[in-house]
């Protein structure tokens, strides 16, 4: 039986790859941060199959102690502060643990095992403002957001610790990825909840943003199956994961308002706050290599994928599924 230690298990991607390793066979060792209040919702139907383990990427000795402590074959670093907006207003904070978290993380599997195969959870927020389209591997980084500075580091801290000490530690750059499990403080599920909520009614109007911006976006549970398959590999690589495929917020809101019977139209408006002080216009995915090394392509469209989280998010308001 191999051991994986996931970082950020209480996450949408964690509690989704906790599910994989577990179907894999794998003892799933979740590494969780002290808090006075628990956020376990994600992985509760799980919590009498993974050990969760109290560490935290500000604190090298709790890393350290988790990988003798576990001893894993795998961990699998998830764990940052994730949200874009939230960068602008702390930056500094989202350096430590999104940036200098990932060198601590390595140091300690440096210093514990060298042979622990990494993974590391890069962002197609790296590319920022894009110098080509699609984006691939080798496709210049120009993050536009203190979190997409701080993943470039990750990214790169990542590489030199596998040039360096000729360790396995690999990086996907995932291109964004949602699901039913998704916060509400991202843009997708803020619509699904709102197009449920306002089916329901208990919500007047939907705020938003710029919705002309372009994301390729694919599901959660497909992605974490490509995060596994770069650890199986001899030899380490860095993978952009995406489906190739760009559709504009309006899209979204689109189609999921349309799942619960209604026009986003009518109940939309544009909200100054929820606009970025710099926007990424366009991100669009070449996952080639994932598709041809890997052997990874995604199986939930993006139709499908919306449909899931807006069918979700009517269950939860009491309703049944959309159309």
């Known amino acids: 039986m ?3 230690v996931v970082t950020g298990v209480t996450g949408q991607d964690g509690s989704y ?6 179907e894999k066979g794998y003892r799933v060792v979740g590494m969780v941060r002290r808090s006075s209040t628990e956020t376990f919702e994600r992985i509760e139907h799980l919590r009498d199959r993974i050990e969760l383990k109290e560490a935290d990427l500000l604190d090298q000795a709790s890393l350290i102690r988790i990988l003798e402590e576990s001893e894993p074959d795998e961990v699998y670093n998830l764990a940052a502060q994730s949200f874009v907006p939230t960068s602008f207003v702390q930056p500094v904070l989202t350096a430590d643990f999104t940036a200098v978290g990932v060198a601590r993380l390595l140091e ?3 210093v514990v095992n060298k042979d622990i195969r990494f993974y590391q959870a890069s962002s197609s927020e790296m590319f920022g403002k894009v ?3 699609p984006q691939n591997e080798e496709t210049p ?8 500075v701080a993943k470039v580091y990750g ?3 990542t590489m030199n610790y596998r040039e360096s000490y000729g360790m396995h530690a690999s990086s996907g750059i995932l291109f964004n990825h949602e699901s039913p499990r998704r916060g509400l403080l991202f843009v997708t599920r803020k619509i699904t909840d709102a197009a449920a909520r306002i089916k329901a009614g208990k919500l007047d109007k939907l705020r938003l943003g710029n919705t002309d911006a372009k994301r390729d ?7 974490v199956r490509a995060m596994w398959m770069m650890l199986q590999r ?7 994961v995406g489906t190739g495929e760009t559709h504009t917020v309006a899209d979204f809101c689109e189609k999921a308002f349309a799942r619960a019977g209604l026009d986003w139209k009518e109940y939309y408006e544009v909200d100054p706050r929820f606009l970025r002080p710099a926007e990424v216009d366009l991100l669009l995915a070449d996952p080639t290599q994932a598709n041809e090394e890997l052997g990874w392509k995604p199986e939930v469209s993006f139709e499908g994928l919306v449909h899931m989280m807006v069918d979700a998010d009517l269950e939860r308001q009491g309703l049944p599924p959309g159309a």
Not at 234 to 240: E, F, R, T
């Open 234 to 240: 001899d030899q380490p690589a860095d993978y952009v």
């Open 141 to 148: 980084f120009h993050p536009r957001s203190p979190y997409g």
């Open 155 to 157: 990214h790169y801290i």
């Open 17 to 22: 790859l906790a599910e994989f390793l577990l």
């Open 217 to 223: 976006w694919g599901y959660a549970g497909d992605y």
């Open 2 to 4: 191999k051991t994986a």
């Open 108 to 110: 300690a599997v440096r």
């Open 131 to 133: 110098k080509e389209t």
